[in-house]
Nanobody, 126 residues
């Protein structure tokens, strides 16, 4: 069983930056593809970014491309999400997820993920 704990959420002004972190425990995160999803009130959970097991492949939602960077540190079992030029639409609860799928791929669909954190709130002030 893998446990995921997100941190780094908070209140940030539009145009500002925030760095989210996800700490994995219970299993070596290097054997899992990792992703970030988010869910705003009244909306479905949506994909934000993903990174393959090796870290060599990344995927981003069009809505965040160019503003967000996902990275992983397999030695420390962490995955980070650097968000810049934040917009009101970024206001959501952000979830870290891990997938056991075998390919070294950056998965973008929520149903491809097996483990989820509890989320961290990101609030954008205008």
């Amino acid at each position: 069983q893998m446990q995921l704990v997100e941190s780094g959420g908070g209140l940030v002004q539009a145009g500002g930056s925030l760095r989210l972190s996800c700490a994995a425990s219970g299993r070596a995160s290097s054997t899992y593809g990792m992703g970030w999803f988010r869910q705003a009130p009244g909306k479905e959970r949506e994909f934000v970014a993903a990174v393959s097991r090796s870290g060599g492949t990344t995927n981003y939602a069009n809505s965040v491309k160019g503003r967000v960077a996902i990275s992983r540190d397999n030695a420390n079992n962490t995955v980070n999400l650097q968000m810049n030029s934040m917009e009101p639409a970024d206001d959501a609860v952000y979830y870290c997820a891990a997938t056991r799928y075998g390919s070294d791929h950056a998965y973008t669909q929520w149903y491809e993920y097996n483990y989820w954190g509890r989320g961290t709130q990101v609030t954008i002030s205008s």
